[in-house]
């Protein structure tokens, strides 16, 4: 069975830095993409950013040159460096991977994410 555990998440001041972690256990097999989406109180939840394939990263406009995917299949862990937060980053923050030919998308509990002074 498949578990992704994230960790990371805090109570963190405007301007300052988080780095997530997201720990995957189990045999996952083929990975296709990795992810780390974010749901605020009251919102949908939102890709953040995102791995396609090996060596190329995606970002959502809000969070363009202040976070930074990475991702390591060997370990199957995803990562997410955030820096300049903003208090409208605050939210619950999923990692996400597709496997099997997007067969199989398996999620983790979140890690809660709170900027403010």
């Known amino acids: 069975q498949v578990q992704l555990v994230e960790s990371g998440g805090g109570l963190v001041q405007p301007g300052g830095s988080l780095r997530l972690s997201c720990a995957a256990s189990?045999?996952?097999?083929?990975?296709?993409?990795m992810a780390w989406y974010r749901q605020a109180p009251g919102k949908q939840r939102e890709l953040v950013a995102h791995?396609?394939?090996?060596?190329?990263?995606n970002y959502a406009d809000s969070v363009k040159g202040r976070f930074t995917i990475s991702g390591d299949d060997a370990k199957n862990s995803l990562y997410l460096q955030m820096n300049s937060l903003k208090p409208e980053d605050t939210a619950i923050y999923y990692c996400?991977?597709?496997?099997?030919?997007?067969?199989?998308?398996?999620w983790g509990q979140g890690t809660q994410v709170t900027v403010s002074s």
């Open positions: 996400n991977i597709v496997a099997g030919r997007g067969r199989f998308h398996y």
């Open positions: 189990g045999t996952i097999g083929s990975i296709n993409s």
């Open positions: 791995i396609p394939s090996p060596g190329s990263a």
